[in-house]
């Protein structure tokens, strides 16, 4: 079975950057749609990015358009999430989660464990 592996994270200064990674491994993956969520303490999950495995087309939530950059390395299997220009208000746990399938939709077949990112002001 497969399954997502998500790295990079931490403790940055506002402004600063960070990027996270979600590799899909332990079986053959093909047509990976990807989406990138995140939860602050006490907040619902909101949404972040995608990334489309059709066109490679992108969409980002309005709190992190023109900052974050979501991307990707077919070869592998690897989904990227660029973040410059952080705030205090992107402290959160970011998740990837993986649908196959050339658009994603919810549910997702997988899901990422998480990766802490705190910004501090």
């Known amino acids: 079975q497969g399954q997502l592996v998500q790295s990079g994270g931490g403790l940055v200064q506002a402004g600063g950057s960070l990027r996270l990674s979600c590799t899909a491994s332990?079986?053959?993956?093909?047509?990976?749609?990807v989406a990138w969520l995140r939860q602050a303490p006490g907040k619902e999950h909101e949404f972040v990015a995608i990334?489309?495995?059709?066109?490679?087309?992108?969409y980002y939530g309005e709190a992190v358009k023109g900052r974050f950059t979501i991307s990707r390395d077919n070869a592998e299997n690897t989904v990227y999430l660029q973040m410059n220009s952080l705030k205090p208000e992107d402290t959160a746990v970011y998740y990837c989660?993986?649908?196959?399938?050339?658009?994603?939709?919810?549910?997702?077949?997988?899901r990422g464990q998480g990766t802490q990112v705190t910004v501090s002001s």
């Open positions: 332990g079986r053959t993956f093909r047509r990976l749609s």
């Open positions: 989660n993986v649908k196959e399938g050339d658009y994603y939709s919810d549910p997702a077949d997988y």
């Open positions: 990334i489309n495995w059709h066109d490679g087309s992108t």
